[in-house]
């Protein structure tokens, strides 16, 4: 850039300031009025979507392949999945059925309920779903059981329960059946636990101990809310309706019956909804304590309170300019192009500071319009080529496939251009209107800045970067990329601690892949289970169980043996007087066993309780005794005409094909066009990025592109946002370093512009590596910020450094060196307390902030003046 280039560019920008303090109330009412619609338009056209996958283009293969996938299987997309956890199978299966049936009934909040449990089909055909021998030995125990079941369903009460323990101490106890000891014991244990407080229902699925009826203490079942879009929580509706019907069912205090029920919830709704929550709880927390260190900074960066209002009110004014261009412009931010906010506050506080320290700096001995047209001929060159270099910076991520950060490229390039020009217009009319500022010289922070030695020792502190660079270059291959987008969320959310316990017990974490046909289906299964990183292949053949003529042979003879024992009967009415009086006889014939006898101990443990439970009773009124009972017979038979009515189901099996099982099922394996669906199980932990990227590899050399799936979608996303930095920061760097050489005229000086740069860029990977801080989808964002203030900062000192024959003020003791150092301590006040957030993704983001700023203030401060020194001449000007 030549002089008389230079000198024109100044005067006409000190002219279009000159016009703008003559006008100033009507420049100052037209930007408040500006200010004003734009925030009308932001609030009524911004939208966001937390859909990680939609940060990139549609085109990519492996997005396609996702689309076409929803396209055939939309049941898997923005669901709930319901987790009920309770102390017994019996409790988790009641209250997943109830709870079922009461979401499917409200059509307002949800499209479907998907619940297997609760569906007849598999109830009734729960037994052909076991092995061979274990529906033999289930058989074989519910034979054995059958006079138990008998007994207790002509009187499931207390009555009946004591009834049958009369009879069996009197039986022949010499070779009692195996199960009779277990089941003693957990009777006993049970009117313990009641005695001491626990009501807890005793669970009949667990008292028969049969194979067959083992079922877990958790029931999860899906459903797929409807999504209210312009809410800025779109799922929070369907949500808050789940947790209220839990609450009216009795579950939201934990109790039902007696027994502690939990229902969370969890899935891409929940994790989406619980995401943006931490993302904005945190955000306004954060947002309180970085206004307060904001203005503390600027207070003491400033040292005027004209200075800092007229600040504050540019940044906002510019902002709301900023984020109205992003409503207009792009309308739907996601997780990424939110941050334009970020971007343009660091930025946008850097050219107010710029300003008002010059300006500040030039008011000795000036009239204040006077100073502030100086400032405007001194500083608006710099400015402009500052607002240049970054907004190209961030328009090259415009053409990448990145389009969460090409969008934040195109807000980000267009807020740069609107701070300069408020910061050109609007600022110098504030300057104007408030009153005057004192000129100062800030001889302490100039103090701090020279005992750098960066120009007295500009030699040792080159050697410093050079071992600094060589050191920091050691830890670049470790810097790594975290792949799940599930770790940027809030660990401690309910939805992200439902997943986890859910991973612990099986894989969420599986490849799906779409097949034409059933043969085709069949010869893909077969290649994959041959590959080590898989565990299990499940095709919609799977879910018809083999062997079935066996299998109902045996449910047959198991009907037979049973015959009428479980149409269960009516409780007879409990007598406290006589429950007592067979509570006294029963604990007599209990400790009438022969001691030796197999049962021995058990019936004095037995008689032991019992004992117990009639001396609480006598102890009571008469009414409070029968209240005490029935309660009782509550907690241990509650549950006991519930499982008569699953096992009468279980014997009600027939033979069925794929197409006789529930539509709701089929049509999760099974598209509309006839294509089948494959669940692809890893056999590692997907945690670890190594297993991870081996499983997909393993994977798709078998099915191709077509394969989708989480696992998939995290590592293809990952791969497509490194190669979209790499490609964009390769654009930015060509772009910036042309047109510096354009600017600058000299290699030389556009090699001193960069290198500190790249210093920074290196001690702040090195710095995150120690610190154990990976690369993900959140804090990457910080990397655009960085090299934007990088390049101001340089542009500024360089600028100052070169133009330091026109006034006598040290380079490091200037305005333009406590901006840079005011800019970067504000930035970091702004946003490095963002590191205190619950969302995991944006502390990470607040902690590459502050590492990152940190490393460019010093590089700027510190490496910059030195290669200054050392290399460049002050000439007078920019050439």
């Known amino acids: 850039m030549t002089s008389r280039f230079e000198s024109r560019a100044a005067a006409f920008i000190e002219g279009v300031v000159a016009h703008c303090v003559r006008r100033r109330w009507l420049v100052f009412g037209a930007f408040c009025l500006l200010a004003l619609i734009a925030a009308r338009l932001t609030a009524s056209n911004i939208a966001i979507n937390t859909d990680t996958t939609d940060m990139l283009s549609a085109d990519l293969p492996w997005r396609i392949a996702y689309t076409d996938y929803q396209r055939a299987f939309p049941y898997f997309s923005d669901s709930l999945v319901v987790v009920i956890d309770a102390p017994t199978p019996d409790l988790a299966d009641a209250a997943a059925r109830r709870l079922s049936r009461a979401l499917a009934a409200d059509t307002t909040h949800f499209e479907e309920v998907f619940a297997p449990q609760a569906e007849r089909f598999f109830r009734e055909h729960q037994f052909l779903y076991l092995d061979t021998a274990e529906l033999e030995r ?57 005695l001491a407080g626990d009501a807890t229902p005793m669970s009949w699925q667990n008292l028969l101990g049969s194979e067959g009826l083992e079922a877990p203490t958790r029931a999860v079942f899906t459903v797929k809310p409807r999504i209210d879009f312009n809410s800025l929580l779109p799922a929070e509706s369907a949500i808050n309706a789940v947790r209220e019907a839990a609450r009216r069912l009795g579950y939201d205090a934990g109790h039902d019956a007696g027994g502690t029920v939990t229902v969370r919830l969890t899935g891409a709704a929940a994790l989406g909804y619980d995401e943006l929550y931490s993302v904005m709880h945190g955000a306004e927390r954060a947002a309180l304590l970085a206004f307060v260190m904001v203005a503390a900074c600027l207070v003491v960066g ?19 300019l900023t984020a109205c261009f992003a409503a207009l412009a792009v309308g739907t931010l996601n997780m990424i192009s939110i941050a334009f906010a970020v971007l343009y506050v660091g930025l946008g506080v850097d050219f107010a500071i710029h300003v008002c320290l010059r300006y500040r700096e030039l008011s000795a001995g000036r009239a204040k319009r006077d100073a502030i047209l100086a400032t405007a001929r001194h500083i608006g060159v710099s400015l402009a080529l500052c607002a240049l270099t970054t907004a190209i910076g961030f328009l090259a991520f415009l053409p990448t496939s990145y389009r969460g950060v090409a969008e934040l490229g195109k807000i980000a390039g267009a807020g740069i251009l609107i701070g300069l020009v408020v910061s050109l217009t609007l600022l110098p009319v504030l300057l104007e209107i408030l009153p005057a500022v004192r000129a100062r010289q800030a001889a302490r922070t100039a103090r701090l800045l020279e005992r750098t030695g960066a120009q007295r020792h500009p030699g040792r502190v080159i050697a410093l970067a050079l071992l600094a660079t060589a050191i920091a270059s050691i830890a670049i291959p470790h810097a790594r990329f975290d792949h799940n987008p599930l770790h940027l969320n809030d660990p401690n959310a309910e939805s992200v601690r439902t997943l986890a316990d859910l991973a612990a017990d099986q894989s969420m974490y599986n490849i799906d892949v779409v097949e034409a046909d059933a043969a085709s289906a069949a010869r893909l299964a077969r290649e994959l289970e041959k590959l080590p990183s898989v565990a299990s292949v499940t095709r919609p053949a799977d879910l018809v169980p083999p062997a079935q003529e066996e299998k109902l042979a045996l449910i047959e003879n198991l009907a037979f043996t049973l015959g009428g024992a479980l149409a269960a009967g009516t409780a007879s009415p409990l007598v406290t007087a006589d429950v007592e009086a067979r509570l006294a006889a029963l604990v007599v014939s209990l400790r009438a066993a022969q001691p030796g006898a197999p049962l021995a101990a058990v019936f004095d443990e037995l008689a032991d309780s019992f004992a117990r439970l009639r001396e609480t009773v006598d102890l009571l009124p008469a009414a409070a005794a029968h209240e005490r009972l029935a309660a009782l017979q509550t907690t241990l038979m509650a549950h006991f005409p519930a499982l008569l009515e699953r096992l009468d189901e279980g014997l009600a099996a027939s033979a069925f094909t794929f197409e006789d099982l529930p539509d709701a099922l089929r049509r999760r394996w099974v598209s509309a066009d006839g294509r089948q669906r494959l669940e692809i199980a890893p056999s590692e932990d997907l945690d670890n990025n190594h297993a991870l990227e081996r499983f997909v590899s393993d994977v798709r050399a078998v099915t191709g592109p077509g394969a989708t799936g989480t696992p998939i979608i995290n590592i293809e996303a990952s791969r497509a946002v490194t190669q979209a930095f790499y490609q964009a920061f390769a654009t930015a760097g060509v772009c910036i370093t042309l047109l510096l050489f354009v600017i600058l005229r000299r290699v030389r000086e556009v090699v001193v512009v960069l290198a500190p ?18 690369f993900n989808f959140a804090n990457i964002i910080a990397l655009p910020l960085l090299m934007g203030i990088g390049v101001d900062s340089a542009l500024h000192i360089l600028h100052r450094y070169k133009t330091t024959g026109r006034d006598d003020v040290p380079l490091l003791a200037s305005s333009s060196a406590r901006a840079v150092l005011f800019s970067a301590l504000t930035t970091t006040a702004s946003f490095g307390n963002l590191a205190t957030s ?42």
Do not use: K, W
């Open 302 to 320: 400033l040292g005027s309170l004209s200075l800092v209002v007229a600040t504050l009110v540019t940044l906002v004014v510019g902002l709301l």
């Open 838 to 879: 619950p969302h995991a993704g944006t502390a990470s983001m607040g902690v590459m902030l502050t590492v990152g700023l940190t490393m460019t203030l010093v590089c700027t401060l510190v490496v910059l003046p030195a290669l200054l020194r050392r290399y460049v001449q002050p000439t007078g000007s920019l050439t």
């Open 757 to 774: 740069l790249l210093l920074a860029g290196l001690l702040t990977t090195a710095v995150s590596v120690a610190l154990g801080v990976p």
């Open 138 to 194: 289930l058989t074989s125990d519910l034979a054995g059981a059958q006079a138990l079941l008998g007994r207790l369903a002509e009187d499931p009460g207390l009555n009946g329960l004591l009834a049958l323990l009369e009879d069996i101490t009197t039986a022949d106890t010499a070779a009692p059946p195996a199960r009779l000891a277990p089941v003693l014991e957990t009777i006993a244990g049970t009117v313990d636990a009641f």
